[in-house]
């Protein structure tokens, strides 16, 4: 696999989110090593089992689509009340499903969590881990991307903080290497 192919989720809807401004930057010092493409989940709607079937809704269907032709992941998340946004989980939600044949079943995901704060997330780390393992995805547990005083480490929107774009492309290049090893697409989380 000479460039992979990432889908790298935003769990913050906020205009100016973190989230997505570090998966930007990610993308964007990445580029020639994997080609990551960055999603926001406006689109998402909220998860109702009514709605979930054999034509499930655009933004829905959406997800699926990118999963699917994702060869890994990159899920970043604020922290909320020591936890991840309901925007995330929802959407991991709906991409769990149907269950058993889950687009999600058998990826590798690297998760980094962010805060103004200095802990930067790492409250939500654990459960936004915990929810990912439980529907099959493998998370690359090194480095733990925990980006605290965030918007100390941003200029227009980007990560210009040296250290900590560094810190973020060793938990890419992780991501790879376990993207890269025979079998990785038949895999499930551990």
């Excluded at 989720?9 to 493409?37: C, N, V």
């Amino acid at each position: 696999m000479s460039c992979p192919s990432l889908l790298a989720i935003s769990g913050s809807l906020r205009a100016e989110s973190y989230s997505t401004a570090l998966l930007r930057s990610l993308a964007d010092a990445a580029a020639g090593k994997a080609a990551i493409t960055v999603l926001t989940l406006g689109d998402v709607p909220m998860y109702n089992q009514d709605h979930d079937t054999d034509t499930p809704p655009e933004g829905v269907a959406k997800l699926r689509a990118a999963i699917a032709a994702a060869d890994g992941l990159i899920v970043a998340s604020p922290e909320y009340n020591h936890g991840i946004p309901g925007v995330l989980k929802n959407a991991l939600d709906w991409a769990s499903r149907p269950v058993g044949a889950s687009t999600l079943t058998g990826k590798t995901a690297l998760t980094m969590t962010s805060s103004p704060g200095a802990l930067g997330g790492v409250r939500a780390h654990a459960p936004l881990n915990e929810s990912l393992s439980s529907i099959g995805v493998r998370v690359v547990l090194r480095p733990q991307a925990v980006v605290g005083s965030v918007h100390q480490k941003m200029t227009d929107g980007r990560l210009t903080h040296p250290d900590t774009l560094a810190f973020l492309l060793a938990g890419l290049d992780e991501l790879l290497l376990d993207i890269a090893r025979p079998g990785a697409a038949d895999r499930e989380a551990d």
